[in-house]
C-alpha cells in the first residue's frame, strides 16, 4: 500500500520520518563552488566577479575530465593495426584491442588495414628481346606489412607499387622471346616478375608484400595477330598429331609384340612336336628293324597288314557278290548326310517364316 493512500493512517504521511533526509542539491553546488573559489582565488568564497570565475573554473575542470575521459581510449579493430603520432611524430604501435593513449592533440592514431588484399591492374604495350611488340594485361594483389613503412617511408605507396610493377614486368618480358611469351611459359614469367617486383619493393622499404601476380591476357598487336594465331595453330595441329601418334604406336606395339609372342610359342610348341614325333619314329623303326632282322617273314606281313587296314578304313568299301553284272552304287551315308542337312535348312526357313507372319500381325495389331 502507497504512503499516500486513504485509510493510511488518515492524512498524508512523510516518506522521510525516521529516515536521514535527502541531500540538499544547493547546498552540495555552494559547497563546491567554494572550495575552488578559495582554490583559484587563495581565499574565502564570496559573491560577484569571485563566485562567477568560480563557476568558470569548474567548467573548466569539468571538460578537462571530460576531454580525458573521453579521448584517452581507443580500440582497434582485429584487422587494423594502430600507428600512434605524438605531436605527429611516430611513437609507436597499437594492436588490436583497448589501447590507451594521450588525448588529442598530444597524441593522434591513425588506422591502417593490415589484413584486406588490395589489388592495382594495368594494361601496358611493351617491346620483347627479340623487337617485337607485345601487348600484357597483368594484376598485382598486395596487402600491407610494415604500417609505419606504409605511411611515412613513401609518399604515394600504391602509385608506386604500380609504378614498380609495370617496371619489373618490362624487365622480364624485355628479357624473353615472342615466342617465348606466347608459348604457354607464363607460370615461369609471372614467379620471375613477383620475385624482382617484392626485391624492388624491399629495397623502397614500402612495407608491402605482393601476394600473387598474374597476366590477364597476352596478345600480340592488331597488326600482325592473324599470323601469330596461323603459327599458333599450326603448333596446336603439330602436337595434335604428335599425340595420336604416339597413342596409335601405344595401342599397335603391344597387340604386335603379343601377337610376335604367340606365334613365337606355337612355332616353340610345333617345334618341339615334331622333335618328339622324329624321335618316336626314329625309335620304332630302330625295334622294327630289330624284330626284322629277327623274323624278316612275319614282320613283312604284319607291315603289309597295317598298311592296307590304315588305307582301306579312310574310304568306304563297296563288296560285289554279283560277279560284276548289272551292279547298282548307292552312296547311302552320303544320302543321308545330305538328307539331315536339307532337313536342317527347311526347319530354320520355316521358323524364319512363322517370325515373320507373327511380327506381321502384331504390326497389324
Not at 492524512?11 to 555552494?30: E, F, M, N, T, V
Not at 617496371?167 to 617465348?180: E, L, P
Request: zero cysteines; charged letters at 25%; a neutral charge.
Amino acid at each position: 500500500m502507497a504512503w499516500n493512500e486513504p485509510g493510511n493512517g488518515g492524512g498524508k504521511r512523510d516518506p522521510w520520518q525516521g529516515k536521514s533526509q535527502p541531500p540538499d542539491i544547493d547546498a552540495l553546488l555552494k559547497r563546491l563552488r567554494d572550495r575552488f573559489n578559495r582554490l583559484f582565488r587563495g581565499g574565502g568564497g564570496g559573491t560577484g566577479i569571485g563566485g562567477s570565475s568560480g563557476g568558470i573554473a569548474l567548467i573548466v575542470l569539468a571538460f578537462v575530465v571530460g576531454w580525458l575521459a573521453l579521448d584517452s581510449w581507443t580500440v582497434i579493430d582485429a584487422r587494423q593495426i594502430g600507428v600512434v603520432l605524438r605531436f605527429g611524430q611516430f611513437n609507436r604501435v597499437m594492436t588490436s584491442g583497448l589501447n590507451l593513449k594521450w588525448p588529442a592533440p598530444v597524441e593522434r592514431v591513425i588506422r591502417v588495414d593490415a589484413t584486406t588484399v588490395k589489388q592495382v591492374s594495368d594494361e601496358v604495350r611493351m617491346l620483347t628481346r627479340d623487337e617485337n611488340i607485345v601487348l600484357i594485361d597483368f594484376n598485382v594483389q598486395y596487402q600491407v606489412t610494415d604500417a609505419k613503412k606504409y605511411l611515412f617511408d613513401a609518399n604515394q605507396p600504391d602509385e608506386t607499387l604500380k609504378q614498380a610493377a609495370e617496371s619489373a614486368v618490362r624487365q622480364v618480358i624485355g628479357r624473353s622471346a615472342m615466342d617465348t611469351i606466347l608459348s604457354g611459359h607464363g607460370s615461369e614469367l609471372v614467379g620471375e616478375t613477383k620475385k624482382l617486383l617484392q626485391s624492388t619493393l624491399d629495397s623502397y622499404g614500402l612495407g608491402l608484400l605482393v601476394t600473387e601476380i598474374n597476366f590477364q591476357k597476352i596478345l600480340p598487336p592488331p597488326e600482325v595477330k592473324e599470323a601469330f594465331d596461323d603459327a599458333n595453330n599450326a603448333g596446336n595441329n603439330q602436337q595434335q598429331f604428335v599425340n595420336e601418334a604416339q597413342g596409335y604406336a601405344a595401342k599397335v606395339v603391344p597387340l604386335a609384340r603379343g601377337e610376335a609372342a604367340r606365334i613365337r610359342a606355337a612355332a616353340e610348341g610345333y617345334k618341339a612336336a615334331q622333335i618328339a614325333t622324329a624321335t618316336g619314329d626314329a625309335q620304332r623303326f630302330s625295334l622294327m628293324d630289330a624284330q626284322y632282322k629277327a623274323a624278316p617273314e612275319v614282320t613283312r606281313k604284319r607291315l603289309y597288314l597295317e598298311t592296307v587296314q590304315n588305307v582301306l578304313a579312310a574310304n568306304p568299301k563297296i563288296i560285289d557278290s554279283s560277279g560284276g553284272k548289272n551292279m547298282l552304287y548307292l552312296p547311302l551315308d552320303k544320302l543321308a548326310s545330305d538328307l539331315d542337312s536339307a532337313t536342317a535348312a527347311a526347319a530354320a526357313a520355316a521358323s524364319g517364316t512363322s517370325d515373320a507372319k507373327k511380327a506381321g500381325k502384331e504390326n497389324s495389331q
